[in-house]
């Protein structure tokens, strides 16, 4: 047996989807199929029905499901009581958090609770959206810190869990001030051609967020530059390479001093909203605390 079965079970039964469940379990279509087939072997019965679309639960997988669940959680809960233990003081609140999040609010944030929370200790795991969904699925981390937008949830039923909004923030599109006024790279302007273009990567979150605010419409844009990450996008937007879609909390500082423009009316900006999730019953004193106060 292997945990990571019973979590790639989960994580079917959730979704009744294979091509889904593999790519939220970040593992390729085969592979999966291959592990709950080998879960299938080790139980000697049939989990899944196959033949119908959606996919269904066989009634043994029904049965099988909860047990799945509970098993999971149970393993993951007592593995991080025992780390606790072994470590003689308050076990670590776990944090799957999206990357831009973790170094423009959440490094930050931690600092400033140390004097409220003396006992508080953090882990964060950041990555992908898909990723850190999984983390927090699997019961990997006690905390899921990501934002939301209106076109798109996260990878999980928020059903299952409790969601604190902490914030909303404003993606805007962003450029170097002197480049953008020699350029004069307005993307609202239809006399305007070919202004560089700072993407995200595809597969990011915030790829997909900015994929919808551009539509099916044709902004003046080339693409010149892609990275998954945030801090790389401003980076190249502040040595003047061309125009991201970053957060007003990213770029505060710069918008601010002049440094950086937005570049783009309303119609070319979205909200997104901050919001923290977790499974608040299975929180330490601590971690209660921090669902409180962060």
């Given at each position: 047996m292997d945990i990571k079965w019973l979590q790639d079970f989960v994580c079917l039964g959730r979704t009744l989807n294979f091509s889904r469940a593999a790519e939220e379990r970040n593992i390729t279509q085969p592979a999966f199929s291959r592990r709950i087939k080998s879960l299938e072997n080790w139980l000697g019965v049939p989990l899944i029905r196959r033949?119908?679309?959606?996919v269904q639960l066989s009634e043994a997988g029904i049965l099988f499901l909860p047990v799945a669940q509970e098993t999971v959680n149970n393993l993951s809960d007592t593995r991080q009581s025992i780390r606790g233990t072994e470590f003689g003081r308050t076990a670590f609140q776990r944090i799957a958090v999206l990357h831009t999040i973790s170094v423009n609010f959440?490094?930050?944030?931690?600092?400033?609770?140390?004097?409220?929370?003396?006992?508080?200790?953090?882990?964060?795991f950041s990555d992908y959206l898909a990723t850190c969904c999984q983390l927090f699925s699997d019961g990997t981390c006690d905390f899921l810190l990501c934002y939301r937008h209106k076109n798109g949830a996260p990878f999980f039923d928020e059903?299952?869990?409790a969601r604190k909004d902490i914030g909303v923030e404003k993606l805007i599109p962003v450029a170097e001030a002197n480049?953008?006024?020699?350029?004069?790279?307005?993307?609202?302007?239809?006399?305007?051609?070919?202004?560089?273009?700072?993407?995200?990567d595809p597969a990011s979150y915030l790829g997909t967020v900015?994929?919808?605010i551009i539509g099916t419409r044709q902004?003046?844009?080339?693409l010149?530059?892609?990275?998954?990450?945030?801090?790389?996008?401003?980076?190249?937007?502040?040595?003047?390479?061309?125009?991201?879609?970053?957060?007003?909390?990213?770029?505060?500082?710069?918008?601010?001093s002049g440094k950086l423009v937005c570049v783009g009316g309303p119609e070319w900006q979205t909200d997104l909203t901050?919001?923290?999730?977790?499974?608040?019953?299975r929180l330490d004193k601590t971690g209660q605390l921090f669902w409180e106060t962060l």
């Open positions: 033949s119908t679309y959606p959440l490094t930050k944030r931690v600092k400033e609770l140390e004097n409220e929370l003396p006992n508080l200790r953090v882990r964060v059903d299952l869990v480049a953008a006024a020699e350029g004069g790279w307005d993307i609202s302007s239809k006399d305007v051609k070919n202004i560089p273009y700072l993407s995200y900015v994929d919808q902004p003046p844009l080339v010149r530059y892609m990275d998954a990450h945030a801090e790389a996008l401003k980076r190249s937007a502040i040595d003047g390479s061309g125009v991201a879609w970053l957060s007003e909390r990213v770029v505060a500082d710069e918008l601010a901050l919001s923290l999730f977790s499974s608040l019953d």
